[in-house]
């Protein structure tokens, strides 16, 4: 049914079906329904009615009206009790608006706690109470004097305690009234699920559960311990350590709104970090605790000279952007943040450029005043860096989302281990070289200036042991991709009969964000082809080889593993992962199972990212 204004509406002429003005004298209805059929007939079999502001999206979209499959609005219609509103519900006796007992009104606000969880429409708009708000008499404050009466009861129930002097009666009392108010109706009183389920717009059934009051207090609970996590970022000093903790959090998939107080947190409106720093200051403090460029240097001849300051200045007011676009990332889902990683390094590759310039001008001032020195590939390397962490972030959340297919392991692992982590592990160690290169010059400036002589401290290098968990990481890397070979060697990989597309056509989409960058230049699917054909060693290895390669770099990562003092959590989840897999791997390298073509299992629960392979 349609409806057409009467002449004496200023309307444009046709509107959507509304109930309210059917009851209007001045709205005069059409049946629509034989003509709308026939014009359906003329359609063939397969057709699809397209127009400029109707096409196959909306067509997919559309919602038939009064399908209860379809429709939010029919979920009313499907049980068997009446709906009613805070009027009804209040002339049928179903709802009390005065004379409210303690374990009611514990109730209800229990129940509004558990509709917190819920968008408004599915929650807080179910509460009959809160619509009427002033028709209910009664002070809440009775509750928090029945709290207080309590308390007392409790302190005089410790001294009992104290004095060994049992008293059931008050564990009973206690007892019967928490039982009491965990005995309430299946659904409040004062709360109606489908009270507002008419009023939302036709879209497909959203009906959402009111939780129970254990799940309530569970999630608040875990929201609190969030929240507390959350003001530790305060402590944190160093931008790469605030990198390091906003990763850790959002891998824990927190709720939105830890996620967004944790933004709000870090970034405040005043755009100063924590309200206080400068975001200018951060990047160049992560510079000289990373890479210590001579441009930063306090005893560097560079550090006072005015053209080299509006060079770094420069640099540093181009670096603010992606990096809080970099954390503000984080506040995103995992599937969203994938997806922006991916965006991202467009702007990191542009940056990187703008580096290696600012470089190359800074090492030609800097040479002709001090050539001991150099300021080649310093805030290049930095600017790398982060650019290989984002690049193994976005191929290794992939795992953790599961859009990877078994097939596509191997060359995912590759990538990885032959590619990502091998720069990585080479801009690190650059990095520290570059840390004490600069440390040697400055001793060799005090020692000039000063004849005592000072013992020297070993002293811990800042970038040690990210050095030791990427050499692991690489083991890892380097031995699930051996394992696939194999397993594919044996026969134990089903792989899918390509006919629309073909396996570089899926090479070339996972690995397609990193067309933007530059260094490291992306490796094409022909050249990884060329660079993993087994054929090119004389004898060419067997499955057997391969699983006993693929056994000594899980041995090699336990090695590294096992060696860090103090492991921590994610040391521990790696390290259930690279043990049972050195003795699945060295069972397969015997000819264990080797006719079976049966796939094996990936066991991802240990680790996101590095399965546990189980033989089947």
């Not at 976005?394 to 596509?408: I, P, R, T, V």
């Amino acid at each position: 049914m349609v409806m057409k204004a009467s002449v004496d509406d200023d309307d444009s002429g046709w509107e959507p079906n509304i109930p309210e003005k059917m009851e209007k004298s001045n709205t005069s209805w059409i049946d629509i329904t034989q003509d709308f059929e026939d014009c359906c007939r003329e359609l063939k079999l397969g057709e699809l009615l397209h127009d400029k502001l109707f096409g196959l999206f909306e067509a997919m979209s559309a919602i038939e009206m009064m399908d209860p499959k379809m429709d939010a609005g029919m979920i009313g219609n499907q049980v068997n009790r009446k709906v009613l509103n805070f009027e009804q519900a209040i002339k049928d006796g179903t709802i009390k608006i005065k004379d409210l007992s303690l374990p009611e009104l514990i109730g209800i606000m229990d129940t509004c706690f558990c509709c917190l969880r819920r968008p408004v429409t599915l929650g807080v708009f179910r509460i009959l109470l809160t619509s009427k708000m002033h028709e209910i008499q009664g002070s809440p404050a009775a509750e928090a004097e029945w709290l207080r009466k309590r308390n007392r009861e409790a302190e005089e129930n410790a001294k009992r305690r104290s004095k060994k002097l049992p008293d059931t009666r008050w564990l009973n009392r206690e007892s019967r009234e928490i039982e009491a108010v965990g005995k309430d109706h299946p659904i409040m009183m004062g709360f109606e699920p489908l009270v507002n389920q008419r009023l939302l717009p036709p879209t497909f059934p959203r009906y959402a559960k009111i939780i129970k009051r254990e799940e309530m207090v569970n999630y608040f609970s875990k929201l609190i311990d969030r929240i507390k996590t959350v003001c530790e970022v305060v402590n944190l000093t160093n931008l790469h350590c605030i990198l390091d903790f906003f990763c850790e959090f959002s891998e824990q998939s927190p709720c939105v709104l830890s996620r967004s107080l944790l933004q709000t947190t870090f970034l405040v409106d005043n755009k100063k970090v924590f309200g206080t720093h400068l975001m200018q200051d951060m990047v160049k403090d992560a510079l000289r605790s990373f890479v210590s460029p001579p441009v930063l240097s306090p005893k560097c001849c560079l550090y006072n000279n005015h053209q080299a300051k509006d060079y770094i200045d420069s640099f540093v007011t181009h670096c603010i952007r992606p990096f809080c676009s970099l954390i503000q990332i984080h506040g995103h889902n995992r599937a969203r943040q994938r997806d922006k990683l991916g965006h991202i390094l467009e702007e990191f590759a542009t940056l990187q450029d703008e580096a290696e310039k600012v470089d190359a001008a800074l090492h030609s001032m800097l040479l002709k005043q001090e050539p001991q020195r150099q300021h080649l590939a310093c805030l290049g390397t930095w600017v790398l860096y982060h650019n290989l962490r984002i690049m193994i972030q976005y191929l290794l959340s992939g795992f953790e989302l599961e859009l990877y297919s078994m097939h596509e392991y191997y060359y995912i692992y590759w990538y990885l281990s032959e590619f990502l982590y091998a720069w990585l592990m080479s801009t690190l160690s650059r990095a520290d070289s570059s840390q004490m290169a600069e440390e040697r010059i400055v001793e060799e400036q005090q020692k000039g200036r000063s004849n005592k002589k000072t013992k020297k401290k070993k002293k811990a290098r800042p970038l040690s042991k990210e050095i030791t968990m990427s050499q692991a990481y690489q083991n890892m890397c380097a031995g699930m991709y051996k394992t696939m070979i194999a397993f594919d060697m044996d026969g134990k990989v089903r792989k899918p009969k390509f006919e629309l597309d073909s396996e570089q056509v899926r090479y070339e989409h996972r690995f397609a964000p990193f067309n933007s960058v530059i260094t490291p230049p992306p490796v094409h699917y022909l050249q990884f082809k060329e660079m993993s054909d087994l054929n090119k060693y004389s004898p060419p290895p067997q499955s057997s080889d391969l699983y006993m390669a693929a056994s000594k770099h899980f041995q090699q990562a336990k090695m590294i593993l096992e060696n860090i003092p103090n492991p921590d959590y994610e040391v521990n989840r790696i390290l259930k992962v690279a043990k049972p897999n050195i003795v699945v791997m060295k069972l397969l390298a015997g000819g264990h199972k080797k006719e079976s073509k049966v796939p094996p299992e990936f066991d991802f629960s240990p680790h996101r990212y590095f399965p546990v392979v189980k033989l089947v």
